[in-house]
């Protein structure tokens, strides 16, 4: 179940290299990345429109695509340039392509079948802080994903090394969950307790902190602000002053209807004297997604055996389950309208926390 009229992340930038031809399923659609004679990024249906061969196995010529088998040759908007051998070009020789942005080193798909009626997702943080990000594969499909993300009282259970500290603090942390137009928003906040190691060994706390999470959620994305500050210094609206802060992208793109992509970075704000901050938390998050992949992996392993049972729902499931039910909300518009407004996903996808 994919929400199709919806920008998600297709790749880095830094993934589509000129002259190379990127290949990546999203939506259960092959797709081939690569970059334009004006080193512009461009994506085309990877599927051949002669014979099928993937255009991805082809070569780039000048910013344009030679498939491997015949040699037709497309440019970025899918339509056929060139046949070797043979002088017209039939009128259907073409292949679908995507409309793309390329912003904070991130390049966006616009997945529908309309032209996008909204911008992808601002992401500041990626030039205003410093960051370093990655990509996970996962065994799993973008559900799973989003109900990790959504509900953190995991972190004292599965993340007990570097972010998570002691099971009941986050078991019992305040928690608000808020519905927007399209989003959903949960935040919790934990007083005057140990801080996890991650923070104490970057920021040099002695004494408890207040800890806070803000999670959001829009369909493709989940941008999560989160950190300490000394114990009765936490502010439970707006921004947090000093302490240790950061913010976390996660850009969840389904590959098929059973596995993901999964992009994500850390963003800290500049902390004079502190050389390699952005690797030691990079690192410490690579560790920290790898305990959530492991489980997640597992998790939906187990799940297949079963694909008809039914589970339970939990107090720390509320903004997992308005998020499932964002998602579906939008399928179904789409489908009763095959050319649906965006205009939800652009009000949703305007602001990011
Ligand atoms: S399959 Fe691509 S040119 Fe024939
Ligand atoms: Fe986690």
Redesign the pocket.
């Known amino acids: 179940m994919f929400v199709r009229n919806n920008w998600y992340v297709g790749a880095w930038s830094s993934e589509v290299v000129w002259g190379k031809l990127l290949a990546r399923r999203i939506l259960d659609t092959p797709i081939v990345f690569f970059r334009d004679q004006n080193n512009a990024a461009a994506a085309l249906h990877d599927q051949c429109c002669h014979r099928g061969l993937p255009l991805s196995m082809g070569r780039i010529e000048a910013g344009a695509v030679r498939c491997g088998y015949h040699g037709m040759k497309y440019d970025r908007s899918g339509l056929c340039i060139e046949i070797p051998g043979q002088a017209t070009i039939p009128k259907k020789a073409c292949v679908k392509s995507w409309p793309l942005v390329e912003q904070h080193g991130l390049v966006w798909i616009w997945c529908g079948d309309t032209a996008p009626e909204c911008s992808p997702p601002d992401y500041p943080w990626h030039g205003d802080w410093l960051w370093k990000g990655g990509l996970f594969h996962y065994e799993a499909p973008q559900e799973l994903i989003n109900d ?2 959504l509900d ?1 009282s ?2 004292g259970y ?2 007990v090394q570097t ?1 998570g500290g002691d099971p009941n603090t986050h078991m019992n942390a305040e928690m608000r969950t808020t519905r927007g137009d399209g989003s959903v928003t949960v935040e919790r906040f934990m007083r005057s307790v140990n801080p996890p190691p991650t923070h104490m060994r970057l920021n040099g706390y002695e004494n408890p902190v207040d800890r806070w999470q803000r999670i959001r959620f829009i369909p493709g994305l989940i941008t999560i602000y989160s950190g300490s500050v000394p114990a009765g210094t936490l502010r439970t609206e707006g921004n947090q002053a000093g302490g240790f802060q950061q913010r976390v992208f996660n850009a969840i793109t389904p590959e098929t209807a059973h596995t993901s992509h999964y992009f994500w970075s850390v963003a800290h704000e500049a902390v004079p004297n502190s050389p390699g901050m952005t690797d030691s938390l990079h690192a410490d998050t690579i560790t ?2 790898e ?2 992949r492991v ?1 997640i992996n597992a998790q939906y392993k187990r799940m297949r055996e079963t694909p008809d049972k039914r589970w339970i729902d939990l107090g720390i499931d509320a903004g997992a389950i308005q998020a499932r039910r964002i998602i579906r909300e939008r399928v179904a518009a789409e489908q009763a309208a095959p050319m649906p407004s965006a205009a939800s996903a652009a009000s949703a996808s305007a602001e990011v926390s």
Request: cysteine-free; glycine content about 0%.
């Open positions: 990790n993300l953190l995991h972190l599965v993340h972010i920290t997604f305990e959530d489980v």
